[in-house]
């Protein structure tokens, strides 16, 4: 006996009909979650490496001054420079050009805006180089000093929050592919285990002329994994789709960190990998639940 053909109608069990379409709506839910949490671990990781040990000063613009000529902003501009250089841990100082402002402004605003760089706060790139003897408070307060217009801003004060947050979204994401995977495994030992039950009288003549448990549970395995296959092949298709028109519609946003993510080698093969590891499950499932109880229907 061949395993290739199946003695059993598995395919006239009316789940037959829609449980590839709960494999493939599984196969593109778990999709969609590990594209997620790819992305917030690609985005921790950008964002973690550029902002780890430097703090950013704002200067507001001369125009922006109340009672501040420009005279009096470029000696403010002066004292900033020379407060940081005798500030203990503190290492390269970068002060930020207008046209490097305008293009961290590029995915808010358009290139084609004219926007008045007059306007634009003096941005100041501070990299700490020790933060054992570095004084926050005590920078912040000198600043203060010489223009109450000047704000500090220390990207690890933000930054460990966001942190929390981005990797309990990832949690919560291979949390879903889990649940999502059980819930695939779930339903086909029930669909088994109903085909069991409607197909007893032909398993107990093949029995008869000599199939064994092992045999039977193959047959149900070659089900269950056809069935996978066009599951899996329409959640494959879905799938694909999604990423293309996340592509069409962020193109208008000019975001490279999100075009790169999208059109990379991982996130395609994640729309391969899920629905293979849900396919491969289906055939476990099948098979151990079928040899499970036809050893204790004996």
């Not at 590839?20 to 964002?47: D, E, Q």
């Not at 649940?179 to 197909?199: M, R």
Request: neutral net charge; hydrophobic residues 50%.
């Amino acid at each position: 006996m061949t395993t290739h053909h199946l003695d059993l109608p598995l395919k006239a069990d009316p789940s037959s009909r829609f449980l590839p379409w709960i494999v493939a709506l599984m196969g593109y839910l778990a999709t969609l979650s590990l594209m997620i949490a790819l992305s917030v671990s690609t985005l921790i990781h950008h964002w973690n490496r550029g902002f780890q040990d430097h703090i950013t000063i704002q200067v507001p613009a001369g125009s922006l001054f109340e009672k501040e000529s420009s005279s009096a902003h470029t000696e403010i501009e002066v004292k900033v420079r020379h407060t940081l250089n005798r500030t203990a841990g503190v290492g390269t100082v970068k002060i930020l050009s207008s046209q490097e402002i305008l293009e961290i402004l590029n995915p808010w605003v358009p290139k084609e805006s004219s926007l008045e760089t007059s306007f634009l706060p003096q941005l100041i790139d501070v990299e700490i180089q020790n933060r054992r003897v570095f004084s926050l408070p005590h920078l912040r307060q000198a600043l203060h000093t010489i223009s109450p217009h000047i704000v500090v801003e220390d990207h690890l004060t933000w930054q460990s929050n966001f942190l929390d947050l981005a990797r309990s979204a990832q949690v919560i994401s291979f949390a879903i592919v889990t649940l999502i995977i059980l819930a695939a495994v779930g339903t086909v030992a029930f669909t088994s285990q109903t085909s069991l039950i409607i197909h007893r009288n032909i398993i107990e003549v093949l029995h008869l002329v000599g199939a064994t448990d092992a045999y039977i549970a193959k047959q149900f395995q070659m089900h269950a994994f056809r069935i996978g296959l066009k599951g899996s092949f329409i959640g494959f298709i879905l799938s694909g789709l999604t990423i293309l028109g996340l592509q069409f519609f962020i193109q208008d946003l000019h975001i490279p960190l999100l075009e790169n993510l999208l059109s990379s080698l991982s996130v395609w093969s994640i729309t391969l990998v899920i629905p293979c590891l849900i396919t491969l499950f289906m055939m476990l499932a099948a098979q151990l639940t079928v040899r499970l109880s036809l050893r204790a229907s004996v």
